[in-house]
């Protein structure tokens, strides 16, 4: 996507910039990457398991190969490089060899001239199968049969720190968390194009280009230099487009046709085709003195990671990392695991691990309040980290921590007026007023920003300034991924911003520039604008150099003025100037930087302690609810939100984000599940998997605070996951207070929510 900021959009660094793709997006003629197209373009289709595990027999294509318009059918016998792929270990089949592990693995890819035919032809493709006995229980995956050499664990996180002291009161719970789909609207495509010299470009929706070059080129036996990608427009990702789905089967059907292949799922097969969120089972065990204070917590902590590994390694750290939340706790025992099992795979999700075990450490300090009789917020106030506190890791934190001052601000909020006409049950009108019950619940949350434990993380740009015609224009170039959050406006106002100029264009992020990282972890805007930021200085510094030159004066009298002060340079000495015109008529000044955050380290293996996140982001959220305890239906009345953003680099979309990250923690509070029997999933629909929609989004009260960081540019925090984390543990609260019975499970559906009201068995 090429985007250019005209003259009437020149808003820089801390405004809120428009856009660039808002309108094209608002009336429907943006090009996501399902409106592709390509000259003798023929369309993929996947043969996908209908068993959960089960030995591969054989593979006749011959069915499929009959129909006319077919052109290939290919196995794991046709992949040329290693058949296997992953973000953290190869382990998953481009194409399935001995043996699937999950309904939906794919088996084979078929190219044919039509959309249609191409499913018809996958339809005709038999496949003979060996069914093997499914283990679908986490549980019993960690004793159970072995699905991957190694066995099924995948990580187990230990944290000790402390020794555990008697209590005065002790509180447990067991809770459990529920899959939740990314739900993105534009289901998974692309577009693969054989190139000239054996190579592929590619086009495609996703959020690290350059891992999946690394991935392809690994599974193409091909250099990568000749496995070039480009980001095609993206309809939302949320984790879900981490890993790869569609792109190496298109690149293989290019390669051996020698023709462009477009892929494109349809919902049903958008579910079976990317990871969902971790389902989580929790144990948690909270002492405390009698006034209040935690003494130790005790967490322990099971992630279903399906087939695959994914990202399941990092989600598992994050979780056990913030398993104790954003509270001060002298002694810590945290056990975190993650297995294999023959469920749907399970990766990155927006929160990252935080998301379930926030849920887990919020309803505890619900339960320790209610056992001490103590108000949830002043129980929270008494044991909220903040700048010099001592994280479960052992970690200091060092830059802004005010979980205090963020949860009074949404404590302060005026509460919403009585229930009028708007009840629970919507416009079916099947709840009456007098059996109606408010309840206000809290949540703070606590997460990551940037990639942890030693990982060398960094984002790299390049940024061109040139004249043409006479007017001074330039260009940002980087691999970040734009996925929905605005991050090429984000990048534009920097470059406005450092180098005074107005006509700025972000051009398509692709694998020509150096690694921009994931985007993910609330990281691109900390660490691509960073690297946009210093190669504008090094811009910059280039153009002060050329100013010297011409002026006869040393660097050091210069001042940059840019465009806007029509001139380039002036001297302080001598008062002579000289304009981008001048330095420009020459060459153009184009310059590349590699931005990196401070280094990291891996936590201890035996203890869990280290120094291993570059910085912590904290949220707080208070959720007003109405609920027919008879129905169990259930309305949000109202959440707020405050939030430390360290800088708003744009503050509509903070604004943006937050309203996003609240309705998302809505959807798995209420009603976002992803329905797995016998690993088979039962509703891989939007008819079947519900998501919020604006009848069911309540108004939302935010509360952005600007508390600069010391070692980010511009003082900023990520801001993508926070609004998220501690929304459904808060409007589960909301629900506990309003029915005054426990809710140990999100999703709460209906039927939990009557169940505890009236203590159904």
Sequence with gaps: ??????????????????????????????????????????????????????????????????????????????????????????????????????????????????????????????????????????????????????????????????????????????????????????????????????????????????????????????????????????????GGREDLSVQAHACLLALRLGRPVKMSYGREESFAGHVHRHPARMRYEHGATRDGKLLYVKADILLDGGAYASTSAAVTGNAGCFATGPYEVPAVEVDCRSVYTNNPPAGAMRGFGAVQVCFGHESQMDRLAAALGMDPVELRLRNAVGTGSVMATGQRVEGPAPVAELLRRVAAKPLPPPPGELLPGGTSNSTRAEGLRRGVGYGVSVKNICKSAGYDDFGTARVRVFAHDGEVFAEVHTAAAEVGQGLVTVQAQIARTELALERVTVLPADTAVGDAGTSSASRQTWMSGGAVRAACAAVRARLLERAAALLGEPVEALAYGGEA?????????????VTLADLLAAADVDETAVFRHRRTRALDPETGQGDAHVAYAFAAHRAVVDVDPELGSVRVVEIACAQDVGKAINPAAVEGQMHGGIAQGLGLALMEEVLVRDGRILNPSFTDYLIPTTMDMPPTVLDILELPRPDSPYGLTGVGEPPLLSAPAAVAAAIRDAIGGALDRIPATPEAVARAANRFP
């Design 565 to 577: 002060s029509a001139a380039a340079a002036v001297s302080t000495a001598s008062g002579r100037a």
């Design 1 to 238: 996507m090429t985007t250019t900021l005209h003259a009437t959009e020149r808003q820089g660094v801390g405004e809120s910039a428009r856009r660039p793709d808002a309108v094209s997006k608002v009336r429907g003629d943006f090009a996501f990457s399902s409106d592709l197209w390509h000259d003798r373009m023929v369309w993929g289709a996947t043969v996908r398991s209908p068993h959960p595990h089960a030995r591969l027999l054989s593979i006749d294509p011959a069915g499929a190969l009959e129909l006319p318009g077919v052109h290939a059918v290919l196995t794991a016998a046709d992949v040329p490089g290693h058949n296997r792929y992953g973000l953290e270990r190869r382990d998953q089949p481009v194409l399935a060899e001995d043996r699937v592990r999950y309904i939906g693995e794919p088996v084979a890819v078929v190219a044919a001239d039509t959309p249609e035919l191409a499913r018809r032809a996958a339809a005709l493709v038999r496949v003979s199968y060996a069914e093997l006995p499914a283990l679908t229980d986490p549980e019993t995956a960690l004793t159970g049969p072995v699905l991957h050499e190694g066995g099924n664990l995948v990580k187990h996180l230990r944290i000790r720190r402390g020794t555990v002291a008697e209590a005065d009161v002790v509180v447990t719970g067991e809770y459990e968390v529920g899959m939740q789909d990314q739900a993105f609207l534009g289901p998974e495509s692309c577009l693969a194009v054989p190139g000239e010299d054996a190579g592929v470009d590619l086009y495609c929706s996703t959020q690290w280009l350059h891992v999946d070059q690394d991935q392809l080129a690994e599974c193409l036996a091909l250099p990568k230099d000749r496995v070039r990608l480009t980001l095609a427009g993206v309809g939302g990702a949320f």
